[in-house]
């Protein structure tokens, strides 16, 4: 299945601060009316283009849909800050028009499945989003939890960050990633997968510090508020790596995030969370090596029957 098959839906979002938006919806095209569905939130300078996960869960029963947010992907416009937000509640609209589509073709159970930042946003809906009793269950791939900052940036850089972007909205970090987390992922580097680098920039888009402090906010809020119902299944690499210069091991860590971080921080969004700890997966555990992939679905499969 290429993703070339799959229908894209345009969603007309209520304008915002830079003028018109819009969101994406993708469809996978083996999806059958009558199944349960799962809805894919990605990360940060991310859009869906992972159509393997699609075929996963199609080929266990699964229907799959996936949104590129406003501003990412296929939902960024020419006059937009791509990847941009002050408040990651201003995704919850496009959640919304979502679960609404889906309730129109299937009665039965909706499972939301975010990466990383997808992850923080999904687990903030399922606390304040409109349909959340409509989300039977939640799926995080590896979450954005936490910031994985040393002590000077934790407790002067982030905080600063919101005072600095009262002023100057559009401050940012040009490149905020290492290039190798690009570069481990990328068929024309160390990786295995074709993607847009328009949407998904090896270097990363800037980091705007009102997106930080937006991001902050909303992991704050988890830490303090979180009370998720629902049952919640957290998948994370076994390990962070922290090179600098090109190493294997970052094919087989997370080098994004710190995963003690996740392990810390994932008990606090509900009252029902599992882990699902995966040896030898990168930050995005589904573009991991093909083992590793099959190892993390087989336990996402055995949680969800």
């Known amino acids: 299945m290429e993703i070339e098959d799959f229908e894209e839906q345009t969603l007309e979002m209520d304008n915002d601060y830079e003028g018109r938006v819009i969101a994406t919806l993708i469809h996978s095209p083996n999806n059958?009316?009558?199944?349960?569905?799962v809805l894919y939130l990605h990360g940060f300078n991310d859009y869906f283009f992972q159509a393997h996960v699609a075929e996963s869960f199609n080929q266990n029963g699964y229907n799959l849909y996936a949104l590129d947010l406003r501003k990412y992907g296929r939902s960024l416009l020419p006059y937009q800050h791509p990847n941009y937000c002050r408040d990651t509640k201003e995704y919850y609209e496009e959640i919304d028009r979502s679960i609404e589509i889906i309730k129109q073709q299937t009665?039965?159970?909706?499972?939301l499945l975010g990466h990383?930042?997808?992850g923080l946003i999904a687990a903030s809906y399922l606390n304040n989003g409109t349909y959340k009793k409509d989300i039977d269950r939640l799926i995080l791939n590896s979450p954005f939890l936490d910031f994985n900052v040393n002590f000077f940036q934790r407790y002067?850089?982030?905080p600063m960050a919101g005072i600095v972007s009262w002023f100057f909205p559009y401050a940012n970090q040009k490149k905020p990633f290492s290039h190798l987390y690009?570069?481990?992922?990328s068929a024309n580097k160390h990786g295995e997968w074709d993607f847009?680098?328009?949407w998904k920039p090896l270097h990363g888009f800037p980091a705007y510090l009102k997106w930080i402090h937006a991001i902050r906010k909303a992991q704050t809020h988890l830490y303090n508020n979180s009370d998720i119902s629902q049952p919640i299944l957290i998948l994370h690499s076994d390990k962070t790596s922290f090179a600098k210069n090109w190493d294997d091991v970052i094919l087989k860590s997370d080098m994004v995030l710190n995963v003690e971080h996740i392990k810390?921080?994932?008990p606090r969004l509900?009252?029902?969370?599992?882990?699902a700890e995966i040896e030898g997966a990168m930050h995005d555990v589904f573009l991991s090596k093909k083992v590793v992939r099959r190892i993390a679905f087989e336990k996402i499969l055995r949680w969800l029957d």
Do not use: C, R
């Not at 690009?182 to 992922?185: D, L, V």
């Not at 509900?270 to 882990?275: E, L, P």
């Open 196 to 198: 847009n680098t328009d």
């Open 264 to 266: 810390k921080h994932g």
């Open 182 to 185: 690009g570069a481990s992922i």
């Open 107 to 111: 009665d039965q159970e909706i499972i």
């Open 116 to 118: 990383s930042t997808g």
């Open 156 to 158: 002067f850089l982030l």
């Open 270 to 275: 509900g009252s029902n969370v599992t882990f």
């Open 32 to 37: 059958t009316p009558g199944q349960p569905s």
